[in-house]
């Protein structure tokens, strides 16, 4: 079973990466986090937390909402 180039990520390596980005948690609606970065400019990422381990395209989707592509999202792990 293969992931492509990318690992799946944990919440906890998720959440990581959004505070190194500036991000901080606003609140919760059911599953769903909502993790702000005040900017500028401002950018919202939602996180579905149950969903953790997070695969491919949910990494590319919180990436992009966080203004960062997917490989740069992974770089900051290190």
Do not use: C
Not at 33 to 54: C, L, M, S
């Amino acid at each position: 079973m293969g992931f492509g180039r990318h690992r799946p990520l944990t919440y906890k390596e998720v959440t990581s990466v959004l505070r190194k980005l500036g991000f901080v948690f606003r609140n919760q609606e059911g599953s769903h986090e909502q993790w702000v970065n005040p900017g500028p400019p401002f950018r919202k990422v939602t996180v579905d937390k149950p969903k953790a381990p997070f695969h491919g395209d949910l990494i590319k989707w919180m990436s992009l909402q966080a203004g960062v592509t997917k490989a740069q999202f992974y770089k900051l792990l290190d």
